[in-house]
Structures are given as C-alpha cells and as structure tokens.
C-alpha cells in the first residue's frame, strides 16, 4: 500500500471524529456518539502501527490523546446502554430510584463540556501523524499486515476462555480496521470476503456478550451497595440480573458459533497484489 494512501486515510479518520464529536456536542445525539468512537478505534488502529515501526513521541502522545478522549466516550456509551436497557426490560424501580438518566445527561454533558479541548488536541494528531510517516516505507506497512495475520493464525485454533474474548475481538477489529486502510481493489486479495464477514460477525458476537457482562457487573455492584437498604431496589436488580444472566448465556452460545466459523479463516497476503 503506497504510504500517502495511508497517510491520507489517518487523516480521514481524524477529521471525521471531529466532525462527529462537533456533532455530538450540538445533538448529544447516540449515533454521533457511536461514529465517533467507530472513527477514534480506526485512527487508534493506524497509530499502532505507525508505533509498531517509529517508537516517536509525537506519535505516543498521539496514542495517549486518542485514549483518553475514547475512554471519557466510553463512559458516556454505558451509561447510555444500561438505561436503554432497564428502559427495553421496564426496571422503573431501578430507573428512578438509582436516577439513571440524570446521571446519562451528567455524562453526556461532561463530554460536551470538552469539545474544544478535544478538538484541538484531535487538530495536533494531524501533525504527529505527518512526522511519523515521514520515515515509514510501504515495505513496513506490509510488515505490520504480515504481523497481524501471524497473530490471527496463532490465536485461530482453538476457542479461548470467556476471560479472553474482549481481548481476541480486539485483534479482530484491528485487523478490520487496518484492512480498511488499504485500497478497495486490493483488500480482498489481503482477506477474501468470506473471511472478512467471519471475522466481523465474531468480533460483533462478542461485542454483544461483552456489553451486557458490563452491565451485569453494574448491576451485581449496585445489588452489593444497597443490600441493606430498600427492599424493593434490591428486588428490581435481582429480576433484572436473572433477565442478564439469561441473555448472556445466548449471548455466550452465539459468540461460541461464530469462532467456529472463524477457525478456517486465514488471512491471505499477496505482497504482489497491486500494492
């Protein structure tokens, strides 16, 4: 891949997540939220590479801004998942009683609150990037997928524990997300899209589980905090975690059926494919 295209692609990224944090901070709108983090993991993807062969400073302090912005929008997304869940299941009770979306809007506007500090520090990963690009080649480009399709390969084999599935849908989407760097015409001779849909259902799969595994961690602390206060809150977290603890289990069955269909999947590299 010619390094400009992936220059140009980084900088895409980041304009884009400052134009959805723009938008967020004016609509608090969700899916803003969401497109945003979407284009905060793309640009996340790209430095680690740019990391993985110039170890500078302008591109750790790149890395550390990205981090930060994307864990404070964390936050806001599971606030904003646990109420739209006890509002999908009708845990009024726990709703009002733990007032759930006062504390979603709090978040949200804390996010909001820092929209120029994050614009302009979004502003300054542009240069970072440019400085570290200056000195990497399309040959370490290559090596960064061959690098990726090693780890994929290694971790294929067998299904690991539920303690490692957050870890492996890490691998998974930036393995999409450095895929997505490369040209159209060239991507699927690095991954055929059989492979590819694979992959983004396993790393989907688990994205599902994953989140409510957060959620029944919030609801298992809340139950612990109040166990001896009010009865009827204590009541509505017990209901609500035998619903979680339902789900997750279709959750779990779901996640297991995709990493059997990711067990042939093995990432094709053809260093002569037009790159």
Same mark, same amino acid.
């Given at each position: 891949m010619p390094v400009k295209i992936f220059l140009d692609y980084l900088e895409k990224q980041r304009e884009a997540a400052a134009a959805e944090l723009e938008n967020y901070k004016a609509t608090q709108n969700t899916e803003s939220?969401?497109?945003f983090r979407v284009h905060l993991k793309k640009l996340k993807a790209g430095l680690q590479l740019l990391a993985s062969r110039?170890?500078?400073?302008?591109? +750790?302090?790149?890395?550390?801004?990205?981090?930060?912005?994307?864990?404070?929008?964390?936050?806001?997304?599971?606030?904003?998942?646990?109420?739209?869940?006890l509002k999908r299941h009708r845990m009024q009770t726990i709703l009002s009683k733990k007032q759930i979306h006062?504390?979603?809007?709090?978040?949200?506007?804390?996010?909001?609150?820092?929209?120029?500090?994050y614009e302009k520090k979004l502003d300054k990963i542009s240069q970072f990037i440019r400085e570290a690009m200056a000195s990497i080649s399309e040959k370490d480009l290559n090596k960064y997928w061959t690098s990726l399709e090693r780890e994929w390969q290694v971790n294929q084999?067998?299904?690991?524990?539920?303690?490692q599935w957050h870890e492996r849908r890490k691998l998974a989407k930036k393995i999409l997300y450095t895929l997505n760097a490369f040209p159209a015409r060239t991507r699927s001779s690095l991954l055929p899209a059989r492979n590819l849909t694979a992959?983004?259902?396993? +790393?989907?799969?688990?994205? +599902?589980?994953?989140?409510?595994?957060?959620?029944?961690?919030?609801?298992? +602390?809340?139950?612990?905090?109040?166990?001896?206060?009010?009865?009827?809150?204590?009541?509505?977290?017990?209901k609500a975690l035998q619903k979680i603890n339902q789900s997750i289990s279709r959750r779990s069955a779901e996640v297991n059926a995709a990493f059997t269909k990711t067990?042939?999947?093995?990432?094709?590299?053809?260093?002569s494919a037009g790159r």
């Open positions: 939220l969401h497109q110039k170890k500078t400073r302008g591109v +750790q302090k790149a890395k550390g801004v990205v981090r930060k912005v994307f864990l404070e929008a964390g936050e806001v997304r599971e606030k904003e998942l646990i109420e739209q869940w006062h504390h979603t809007q709090k978040a949200k506007a804390g996010l909001s609150s820092h929209y120029k500090k084999a067998l299904v690991p524990p539920s303690t992959i983004d259902q396993l +790393q989907d799969a688990i994205g +599902q589980w994953h989140d409510e595994v957060l959620l029944k961690n919030w609801l298992l +602390q809340t139950r612990r905090k109040n166990a001896k206060n009010e009865k009827a809150l204590t009541e509505a977290l017990s067990k042939p999947a093995r990432l094709k590299l053809q260093v």
